[in-house]
């Protein structure tokens, strides 16, 4: 039995979630513009109830696990480069709950990109290890858990 492949739409579909709308196709740091995705969407989920913004958080992280499994596999390459909606879960764990501010959003998103370029343990090993969906997902996320602890404690610190 061979792996069904998306055609038609739902390529195109995964394709644009994939790359956060086509920022991922950006010719130099893709990771980096594809995070930008992230800065409008704190905006509008910074505005939900708590609750809301979990169940909204939750949705994107799975949506993601998927829509990166996928993309990968019409790629042909797991973390392929134009992939970077897991930039966006990264980024909105990194300002997760907290009210929106150009302060708080670019302080985010610096030291998002920071902890997903630095990859410090255990984002390094799902990087070098689990090359599906989910090691493409987690390793920004475990980046946006660190940069969330970069951020508050800089806005506990300095604001």
Same mark, same amino acid.
């Given at each position: 039995?061979? *792996?069904?492949?998306? +055609?038609?739409?739902?390529?195109?579909?995964?394709?644009?979630?994939?790359?956060?709308?086509?920022?991922?196709?950006?010719?130099?740091?893709?990771?980096?513009?594809?995070?930008?995705?992230?800065?409008? $969407?704190?905006?509008?989920?910074? +505005?939900?109830?708590?609750?809301?913004?979990?169940?909204?958080?939750?949705?994107?992280?799975?949506?993601?696990?998927?829509? $990166? *499994?996928?993309?990968?596999?019409?790629? +042909?390459?797991? *973390?392929?480069?134009?992939?970077?909606?897991?930039?966006?879960?990264?980024?909105?764990?990194?300002?997760?709950?907290?009210?929106?501010?150009?302060?708080?959003?670019?302080?985010?998103?610096?030291?998002?990109?920071?902890?997903?370029?630095?990859?410090?343990?255990?984002?390094?090993?799902?990087?070098? +290890?689990?090359?599906?969906?989910?090691?493409?997902?987690? *390793?920004?996320?475990?980046?946006?858990?660190?940069?969330?602890?970069?951020?508050?404690? $800089?806005?506990?610190?300095?604001?």
């Amino acid at each position: 039995m061979t *792996d069904f492949e998306p +055609r038609g739409a739902l390529r195109k579909l995964i394709l644009l979630l994939s790359s956060n709308g086509g920022l991922g196709y950006a010719p130099v740091a893709p990771g980096t513009f594809g995070s930008l995705a992230g800065i409008p $969407c704190y905006y509008y989920l910074s +505005r939900f109830g708590w609750s809301l913004q979990l169940l909204s958080l939750l949705a994107i992280l799975f949506l993601s696990f998927w829509v $990166c *499994d996928q993309a990968g596999k019409l790629y +042909r390459e797991a *973390d392929d480069g134009r992939i970077v909606i897991d930039e966006l879960i990264g980024y909105l764990i990194t300002v997760a709950f907290l009210p929106f501010s150009w302060t708080t959003a670019l302080l985010g998103f610096f030291w998002f990109r920071t902890f997903d370029i630095l990859k410090p343990p255990p984002a390094s090993w799902f990087d070098r +290890r689990m090359k599906n969906g989910i090691g493409v997902t987690l *390793d920004d996320v475990i980046a946006g858990l660190y940069a969330a602890l970069a951020l508050r404690l $800089c806005l506990a610190l300095f604001a």
